[in-house]
């Protein structure tokens, strides 16, 4: 009895292991992808919000949203409410790593990028590998 009840237990770790070992290619393949979209990021939109510069980060369309908080950047979430500023290069892009893992969601992969170890934004990938835009702007 003890022994059914164990197996009880284990029995959906041992499904989530086998799951995460089906998408680990995927994972790897997402984590390089994101690799390449991160290294390509430019400014496509600087906006002041109380008393922090939002930064609109992409390529063609949006990707990520940071906010600068004495030079640093920081999380964001939410749309930008504050009034457009001209573009301008900011150093700190240089600086964006990705973690050494990628999150496996519904219908998408997330990456997380970093800045000097700390994470600044969640930059996410559809199942075929292509940068999804940021939720609430418009392709």
Do not use: N
Request: charged letters at 25%; a positive charge; one cysteine or more.
């Amino acid at each position: 009895m003890r022994g059914l009840a164990l197996l009880c237990k284990v029995a959906p770790w041992g499904l989530t292991l086998l799951g995460l070992a089906w998408a680990q290619g995927g994972e790897e393949r997402a984590l390089v992808r994101c690799l390449e979209v991160v290294r390509t990021l430019e400014v496509q939109a600087l906006y002041r919000e109380d008393g922090a510069v939002l930064v609109l980060l992409g390529r063609d369309r949006p990707l990520l949203l940071l906010a600068l908080e004495g030079g640093r950047p920081m999380p964001h979430a939410g749309l930008p409410r504050g009034r457009p500023m001209g573009r301008r290069p900011l150093p700190f892009l240089r600086e964006l790593t990705l973690a050494r893992f990628v999150a496996v969601g519904e219908g998408e992969y997330r990456c997380f990028v970093l800045h000097r170890g700390r994470v600044v934004g969640v930059l996410r990938l559809a199942k075929d590998f292509t940068p999804l835009p940021l939720e609430g702007f418009s392709p």
